[in-house]
């Protein structure tokens, strides 16, 4: 399939947020490994950036550095992989003002966009056309004290709550959230387990030993490549 294509302007049309600049980590084509479109070619724009520390976080190097792009140039980046789906993740993506305006202007464009988020910071204002992937950090992560709760009554239902486990206490933790909030009932939770520190069959039995209505997941680029780095 073709990507949808891109509406050419002069420099003096070009609207301002699409001449906002972004500190963009990386831009790659892959496979998504994640969320409900796992499998499904992708493009993905890693912007530079996070306010987080989580312990299992696997993309320390997009913390610092990039380079500068205008949303319009990571517009003419994306167009060129001839992708439908696009990604955009980080760091945190929500940390850089310009965002917003990328995520409505992909939208713009007839992508089919999703935004991955730590849930730490406000996602009011995402264009509603984007499918949010928000975390709920979980204790061992050491950074579940940046939950921001307000945010689960901005989820939509096309949108998704995902919640990495790494122990037996996180597990337990998630479960009380799901009940307590009534998670599943606001969007599908994706409950995945951290990469070399729980046994991705483990959490498998735990959720089917408590009926739990999560979708489980394991990082599929992970078992492709091993490393999240341009993949």
């Known amino acids: ?95 850089q003002p310009a965002c917003r305006g990328l995520l409505a202007a992909l939208a713009g464009q007839g992508y089919a966009v999703q935004l991955e988020t730590s849930g ?40 998704q709550l995902k919640i990495v486990v790494s122990d037996r206490g996180d597990y337990d933790w998630a479960r009380a959230q799901i009940a307590e909030h009534d998670l599943a009932a606001r969007c599908q939770v994706l409950l995945s387990p951290a990469w070399g520190t729980l046994e991705a069959r483990q959490l498998a039995e735990w959720i089917l030993a408590d009926r739990l209505p999560v979708c489980f997941q394991v990082q599929l680029h992970k078992y492709l490549w091993g490393d999240a780095r341009g993949r």
């Open 120 to 159: 730490a910071l406000d996602i009011g204002g995402v264009d509603p056309r984007v499918a949010v992937i928000m975390d709920l950090k979980a204790p061992a992560s050491g950074e579940v004290s940046r939950n921001r709760w307000e945010n689960l009554t901005l989820l939509k239902p096309v949108d």
């Open 1 to 95: 399939m073709s990507a949808p294509r891109i509406e050419m302007t002069t420099p003096s049309t070009v609207p301002a947020t699409r001449q906002a600049q972004l500190r963009i980590t990386e831009i790659f084509h892959s496979i998504q490994g994640e969320s409900n479109t796992v499998g499904q070619p992708t493009v993905f724009v890693r912007l530079t950036g996070c306010p987080l520390r989580c312990r299992y976080c696997d993309t320390a190097y997009a913390f610092t550095g990039g380079t500068t792009r205008s949303v319009d140039e990571v517009l003419g980046e994306v167009a060129a992989f001839g992708t439908r789906h696009v990604c955009v993740t980080g760091g945190e993506p929500l940390a």
